[in-house]
């Protein structure tokens, strides 16, 4: 009889289906491919390298006075890649990262590709090497790399929302934090975590469908059910119990991960130092707290607004004619808004409503009494907003942040919702990460601008300049296929 299945037709110790399920319990074990995901995905990398060169050899015709095009150079290019991704390739089996960060990555990873490659290039004095070649090499790398890294991301993505290259975890503790995690990881399943149990002594947890026991019944619950990571939010006063999951997860080969109390209250970036033994937290400013951040920030601003007022005309002179032919009244609208802390400016709108006296304290609604038939086409496309480029130019708005709220907003607003004036520690922008994730138009509810609030917050605490671009192509994208919520 086969012990696997009790199957009496199966007369050996080792039959086919034996081997085909010992081989899928096997694999469900530990890793699911991870590790093989990653080398699949770094081989690829050192393949767009490669071509990248074999691409520049074939437009270049083999130049034979460039030193670039020889064995030597080719080798260690690949050599100078390979210390590369090193450090970099865990891009490759993160599980959260998002694609402004990956963009921002993979410039960091050719940077340091970059300076080995010319550090090697000088030590062995290969330096009949044309700059040309160089930038042409770099100009086609880069922008390769990069959408290989975001399409690897989207391909990973996929495969672990169909249910593979996951890990079964399971969450120690059930009050608010062990909730708040549980929440997030069954939020995406892209993140490619199997919640396989929740443990808690609290009475409280024992309807959440998740639950499988009491601390006691952990060990031999992942005895028996291969678990890969454990997630420990017991609070503060539970330190012998910690330390008895840790000899768990230790004597089964689990990967311990412990969720801080601080979670509770802090949900700002923050780096782990130490004074000694003792770890502290730092919180992090916002990243525009930096002066080259705030520069290259401005300077994008400056140029993208400066392009775009050189060619608004092609805009204006039409828009101008519909505005004038559809109502009495100026082209543009003006009015007072909340900007950079908390200083006062006037923005600039083309006029989409009839002249009234409660533009200032009524927002737009869907079906507006006072928007005019071109207005609303006008909102509808967010061609309202084009005039908001001067706003820009002047330095009193940047293309991507918080939006900027009119005067009496802000003072209702600031007294009713935490962190509102956090958004206004940057510069309003024309778009905004909340915006482009579907909180724009009309507030009718207080949820509706909290929601707004903590978009805009978290962009001010995580911004980079990929991130601005990311906004701005979705914005682009949004307003090409319509959105329900511009009115």
């Given at each position: ?66 030193d670039f095009f020889s064995r030597q150079v080719w080798f260690m290019m690949n050599i100078s890649f390979a210390a590369e991704c090193l450090i970099f390739s865990n891009i490759h089996s993160r599980r959260v990262v998002f694609a402004d960060r990956v963009v921002l990555t993979a410039t960091k990873a ?378």
């Amino acid at each position: 009889m086969c012990p696997t299945h009790n199957d009496t037709h199966c007369l050996c110790h080792i039959c086919a289906r034996c081997i085909f399920y010992s081989f899928i319990r096997l694999m469900e074990k530990k890793g699911r491919y991870g590790q093989f995901i990653r080398s699949l995905f770094t081989t690829v990398d050192f393949l767009i390298l490669n071509l990248t060169y074999v691409v520049l050899y074939l437009l270049n015709g083999n130049t034979p006075d460039d030193d670039f095009f020889s064995r030597q150079v080719w080798f260690m290019m690949n050599i100078s890649f390979a210390a590369e991704c090193l450090i970099f390739s865990n891009i490759h089996s993160r599980r959260v990262v998002f694609a402004d960060r990956v963009v921002l990555t993979a410039t960091k990873a050719v940077m340091l590709f970059a300076i080995l490659f010319f550090a090697f290039l000088l030590f062995l004095n290969l330096d009949n090497i044309h700059v040309l070649t160089f930038v042409k090499f770099f100009l086609i790398f880069f922008p390769s790399l990069s959408c290989w890294w975001l399409l690897s991301r989207r391909m990973l993505k996929i495969y672990r929302s169909k249910g593979g290259n996951y890990k079964r975890i399971i969450i120690i503790g059930g009050d608010i934090v062990g909730m708040r995690l549980l929440d997030e990881m069954l939020e995406n399943n892209e993140y490619g975590y199997r919640i396989m149990g929740l443990f808690d002594d609290n009475q409280s947890t024992h309807a959440n469908a998740y639950y499988k026991g009491k601390f006691d019944d952990i060990d031999q619950f992942i005895k028996d059910n291969f678990i890969d990571e454990m997630y420990c939010t017991l609070p503060d006063g539970k330190e012998g119990l910690v330390q008895k999951m840790i000899r768990i997860a230790d004597s089964n080969a689990v990967d311990f991960y412990y969720v801080p109390q601080f979670g509770r209250t802090i949900k700002r970036n923050f780096d782990l130092q130490s004074i000694g033994n003792v770890p502290i937290l730092a919180i992090r400013p916002n990243p525009l707290s930096n002066p080259i951040n705030r520069i290259i920030k401005r300077i994008f601003d400056f140029v993208f607004s400066s392009c775009a007022l050189i060619v608004s005309p092609l805009i204006l002179i039409p828009v101008a004619i519909g505005i004038k032919l559809t109502s009495p009244g100026p082209i543009f609208f003006k009015q007072k808004r909340t900007g950079y802390r908390g200083k006062e400016f006037v923005c600039y709108k083309f006029r989409t409503m009839k002249v009234n006296n409660l533009s200032d304290s009524l927002q737009a609604s869907k079906n507006d009494p006072r928007k005019t038939r071109f207005g609303d086409f006008l909102r509808r496309s967010s061609i309202d907003e084009l005039p908001q480029f001067f706003n820009v130019w002047r330095g009193d708005m940047s293309i991507v942040g918080p939006r900027p709220h009119m005067l009496k907003h802000t003072k209702d607003y600031s007294a009713l919702i935490d962190k509102y004036m956090v958004r206004h520690t940057i510069k309003p922008g024309i778009t905004g990460w909340a915006q482009v994730n579907g909180y724009r138009g009309e507030t009718r509810e207080l949820w509706q601008m909290e929601k707004r609030v903590e978009y805009d917050v978290w962009y001010a605490e995580n911004w980079n300049f990929m991130l601005d671009l990311k906004i701005i192509y979705l914005t682009v994208w949004n307003a090409i296929r319509g959105e329900k919520n511009a009115f």
